[in-house]
């Protein structure tokens, strides 16, 4: 995932327009040092090039949990956080 995120933002950087970059399951890059400090750059950075960023994750506590996640959080123009409901049903899922 780090691999193709590096090569869109080589793109990005290369070919200026608006465009807007979605990454989903954001937890796997927030995992590890590296891969968050490269989204909290391209996080910073991405307006510079007409890019705007909207990460993705199941769990806000990825994101939170994490010293770059917070800042990542709090260096967005808007956050959106949906609820999730656990089933009641009887049945088998």
Request: proline share 0%.
């Amino acid at each position: 995932m780090y691999i193709v995120l590096n090569h869109i933002w080589n793109i990005v950087r290369a070919k200026q327009k608006r465009r807007i970059l979605i990454v989903d399951e954001a937890w796997q890059l927030m995992k590890y040092d590296d891969s968050a400090n490269f989204l909290f750059s391209l996080a910073k950075r991405a307006r510079k090039y007409y890019l705007g960023l909207t990460t993705i994750t199941q769990d806000v506590e990825d994101f939170m949990s994490n010293k770059m996640g917070r800042a990542i959080v709090m260096n967005s123009s808007m956050q959106l956080l949906l609820k999730t409901i656990q089933c009641r049903c009887r049945c088998s899922i």
